[in-house]
């Protein structure tokens, strides 16, 4: 395959060729660590990075997206291809466009679907355009009472204390996915603010009509609202696996199942790491980070040519899953306590790690 139409080696140089696919804080932190060793090549639909736990302050606040929305070739020396995979063959990965990518080491750090524009300054415009929006609006609904639609729910009510926030979700608690205590503390944070919570509810969106200010709930409950946004979770990003040579090592959420050594299974040189790994803990910035920091580790090993028993093993940990609401606030689940209030929001909530991740990229604040 090398050398033939459309096969890429971004130098030339005799080096290893690490190809990385998914330019989110995983594939980001290992193309980073990579670049000083092998020509690093990373394919993203995105010709940037976005740092998703920033993206309801953005909305009130698009300068923050100033700084969480980072160029990969501000942080990456090396190729930057801005298009999908959409398939892992022969040692080369093809792009949905047709082109080979050829890799002595892969990475899939594919997490999930996102619909993000593909220039940052179009990303930029976005969130402008939510802060106009969110700004003229007497009445705004917020569908999903996960981390993204609480922080949202949240930013909105501590900045607009005067306009209508409602908030459905479909599920008997919020926060369903970081503790039962988290939830319930949030839920009454919320309504402290006046935002109105409709529990096991959900929306269909599909049967509305342009223009539409009246929200019907699955129980016929009417909501009016000047405009309304959607925070439901964005499915994994695998489908473009399952017709590839790759597609039996997915498991049935979709997930890419890996060993100790964060190869994916079967596997001598393909890794994967972030929210698309079979790792059964919670998706968090804090676990992908560790994720990255091995997978870099592992694949500079190989390049010294060190045996799979000399390979890192990941550790699974715990941490302290934090919701932000507002600058001021946030819940965090501790192993033995749920904490609301102003000292969690110390950790989180004030810069939300922008500049912790920045760092770790080699960038200033
Ligand atoms: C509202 C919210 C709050 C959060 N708060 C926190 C927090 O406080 N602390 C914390 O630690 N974590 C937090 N998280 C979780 C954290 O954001 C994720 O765990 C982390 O961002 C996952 O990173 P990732 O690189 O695995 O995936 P993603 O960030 O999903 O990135 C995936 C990348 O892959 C690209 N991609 C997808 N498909 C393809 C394809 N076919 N080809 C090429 N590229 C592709 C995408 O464009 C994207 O760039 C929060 C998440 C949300 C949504």
Not at 92 to 105: D, M, Q
Not at 151 to 156: G, K
Not at 224 to 236: I, W
Not at 322 to 329: A, C, E, I, P, Y
């Amino acid at each position: 395959m090398a050398g033939g139409a459309g096969w890429i080696h971004p130098y030339g140089s005799g080096r290893a060729v690490a190809v990385v696919v998914g330019g989110g804080v995983a594939g980001a932190l290992i193309a980073n660590s990579l670049q000083s060793y092998a020509d690093v090549v990373i394919i993203d639909p995105k010709e940037y990075l976005e740092i998703p736990w920033t993206n309801m302050r953005s909305k009130v606040e698009p300068s923050v997206a100033e700084k969480s929305l980072i160029n990969h070739s501000d942080y990456l020396s090396g190729q930057v291809i801005t298009a999908s995979a959409a398939d892992v063959s022969g040692e080369a990965v093809i792009t949905a466009e047709g082109r080979l990518v050829e890799y002595t080491y892969l990475v899939i750090a594919t997490g999930h679907t996102n619909q993000c524009p593909r220039t940052r300054r179009d990303r930029l415009e976005q969130f402008q355009e939510d802060d106009v929006k969110i700004k003229y609006s007497d009445s705004i609904l917020i569908i999903g009472g996960e981390p993204s639609g609480v922080e949202l729910a949240a930013e909105i009510a501590v900045n607009y204390p005067d306009k209508k926030v409602t908030l459905v979700h479909d599920r008997p608690r919020l926060l369903e996915s970081v503790g039962q205590k988290a939830g319930g503390k949030a839920l009454r944070w919320l309504r402290s603010k006046n935002v109105e919570v409709y529990l096991e509810q959900s929306i269909h969106l599909e049967s509305m009509l342009e223009g539409d200010r009246v929200y019907r709930t699955s129980s016929g409950i009417e909501i009016t609202a000047d405009c309304h946004f959607s925070c439901l979770d964005r499915p994994l990003s695998s489908s473009w696996i399952r017709n590839s040579e790759l597609k039996d090592c997915l498991d049935n959420d979709g997930r890419l199942m890996v060993d100790a050594n964060l190869r994916v299974k079967g596997q001598t040189n393909i890794f994967a790491a972030g929210d698309i790994i079979d790792i059964p803990e919670l998706e968090q910035g804090y676990f992908v980070q560790k994720h990255a920091m091995i997978v870099s580790k592992n694949i500079k090993l190989l390049m010294h040519g060190a045996k799979d028993s000399k390979l890192l093993k990941y550790k699974h940990s715990t941490t302290m899953p934090m919701v932000s609401l507002g600058k001021k606030d946030a819940v965090a689940q501790l192993s033995l306590a749920t904490v609301l209030g102003h000292l969690p929001a110390m950790w989180k909530s004030r810069d939300l790690f922008v500049h912790r991740t920045r760092n770790l990229l080699g960038l200033p604040r």
